[in-house]
């Protein structure tokens, strides 16, 4: 069975493997674009500020009753 390798282009356009791997020297390769991020830039700008106050003790015990058992 082939690989499926997941990657994303760096703002310098370089392509950049999410995992390691290793391909064999002389190994032939098709990149299929599957399109820009899902995500719109303002969702991840957000995340660290949304991060700091969802990641806090007090956060996990008002909803320590919806966890799965």
Known sequence: ?????????????????KEPFFLPPGSQLLITVLGESALPETALLSEASLAADWNRPEEDAAWVGLAPE
């Open 1 to 17: 069975m082939k690989p499926t390798i997941e990657a994303e282009v760096d703002e310098h356009g370089n392509i950049r493997p």
